[in-house]
């Protein structure tokens, strides 16, 4: 559980402080919105070749605990 922790990274000034994928400037909401635009894990990962699966699953369950704090 918590396996985010070891992928998810928060740097001050980069990307307005928001939470990228392993210190690149690819935000977890960057994975949400081309999630939601239709995008399959398999055309981001195609499309950035430097996500893995496990980023990206990760980049899910990081975003669904955030949620669940704001209940």
């Known amino acids: 559980m ?3 922790k070891n992928i998810i990274t ?3 000034g980069k990307r307005g402080g928001r939470a ?5 400037r690819i935000t977890v909401s960057d994975i949400l919105g081309w999630l939601a635009i239709g995008m399959s894990v ?3 990962i195609d499309d950035f070749k430097e ?3 496990e980023d990206i699953l990760l980049a ?3 975003s669904a ?3 669940n ?3």
């Open 60 to 62: 899910l369950e990081f």
């Open 42 to 44: 398999d055309d981001i």
């Open 2 to 4: 918590y396996l985010y």
């Open 10 to 12: 928060v740097e001050e």
């Open 51 to 53: 996500l893995t699966k």
């Open 20 to 24: 990228c994928i392993r210190n690149m």
């Open 69 to 71: 704090k704001m209940l």
């Open 65 to 67: 605990l955030q949620q």
